[in-house]
């Protein structure tokens, strides 16, 4: 704070206007980078941009309004009345000693701040000019307001009373005690308030898996994107079963489900990735369930391929007929379930090989955390 025959200026040190600063432009970063951490750029892309284009604004506006505090007009005691900052965009206003109604010191979320009542408006139109947080900073105030208004104006003890309509934000009908203000524990006491709420919520919001069932969680082997499952249909595996096939169609997407079909006449061939990501729960236990709630009642070969796997469809030599895939294998690695079905004619003995030499393929190819 600094006195001269004009004006008095109501200030806050330059290193508490950098602090504040920086805690929150460090805030808007961890936001950003949780948001990565949490898969949001994988699962919930436009999302993701969203959100990073708001913390990023949001910075832009931290910025600015520290260059202002720091280069622009000061909040000031004259003599014409209090000089109040402006918007982060705004000008700075005035409002003239004959206007102002009370003013008291506040505090709010620990910081200290000199509350301004203009005559004639609600307590919601409260204007707040932030102080120094220790008290001896504004030793004297009460002395300055009597001096540069005249004798109009003085420092309240309180804000006023409630009358049965709101107060102002923040406002004690209580005199604020005189002691040290622990502005060096705002930071951390927002931190600790905030940061459960955004590791909890966010995931929720936007339907990604909890921290705890992320790749990079320890003892996690999960994985939030399933690879290329065209590439499990290489023409060396798919040649025996398949013959002369049509170019290879890809479905889905490459987070949630997706597919990989060729065909040729009648027969079909299809690889199959489901990346199952519990926001409840254990994602793996999600797609455990998964691959036993798809396991056909009847005859299948258990094979040990992935964390579990079951292979079901025609046996060499069968006559049976079978309404859905003459060949279906169904393997689990992680978080991730495989299918690779076959539905032709084809002879099991050499189409059966075929399919596990497919599946094989396509489950080394997952790469988990």
């Not at 970063?29 to 284009?53: E, I, K, N, Q």
């Not at 999600?286 to 299948?300: K, S, V, W």
């Amino acid at each position: 704070m600094s006195v001269d025959q004009h004006a008095h200026v109501l200030a806050l040190p330059r290193r508490d206007t950098v602090t504040t600063t920086l805690y929150r432009a460090g805030m808007a970063a961890l936001f950003v980078a949780y948001l990565s951490v949490l898969g949001a750029w994988t699962l919930r892309t436009a999302a993701a941009v969203a959100l990073t284009a708001l913390a990023g604004l949001g910075l832009a506006l931290t910025l600015l309004r520290a260059w202002r505090a720091l280069h622009g007009p000061q909040p000031a005691l004259t003599a014409e009345g209090i000089r109040l900052p402006g918007s982060t965009l705004g000008r700075p206003a005035l409002v003239p000693w004959a206007r102002v109604h009370l003013v008291w010191i506040d505090g709010r979320l620990g910081s200290r701040s000199l509350a301004v009542l203009p005559r004639g408006e609600g307590p919601h139109k409260v204007r707040y000019l932030p102080l120094p947080a220790d008290p001896v900073r504004t030793d004297g105030l009460d002395a300055l307001l009597r001096r540069y208004s005249g004798g109009q104006v003085g420092l309240a003890e309180h804000p006023p009373e409630d009358d049965g309509g709101d107060l102002p934000r923040g406002a004690r009908v209580v005199p604020q005690p005189r002691r040290r203000a622990p502005v060096h524990t705002v930071a951390p006491r927002r931190l600790l308030s905030a940061g459960p709420a955004l590791i909890l919520l966010l995931p929720v919001v936007l339907a990604l898996p909890e921290p705890w069932n992320q790749p990079w969680w320890p003892g996690a082997h999960l994985t939030l994107r399933a690879p290329d499952p065209c590439a499990a249909l290489s023409p060396d595996l798919t040649a025996a079963v398949i013959g002369d096939a049509v170019a290879a169609h890809r479905t889905g997407d490459g987070g949630g489900a997706s597919g990989c079909s060729v065909e040729s006449g009648s027969t079909t061939l299809i690889v199959r990735y489901s990346v199952h990501t519990a926001t409840f729960g254990s994602s793996v236990r999600e797609a455990d369930a998964y691959l036993h709630t798809a396991e056909p009642d009847g005859r299948t070969e258990r094979l040990a391929l992935g964390d579990d796997a079951w292979l079901a469809g025609k046996a060499p030599g069968s006559r049976a007929i079978y309404l859905g895939p003459s060949q279906l294998l169904v393997s689990r690695r992680g978080n991730v379930v495989v299918e690779v079905s076959y539905t032709g004619a084809g002879d099991p003995a050499v189409v059966r090989p075929a399919v596990v030499a497919i599946g094989t393929r396509a489950v080394q190819s997952i790469r988990l955390g």
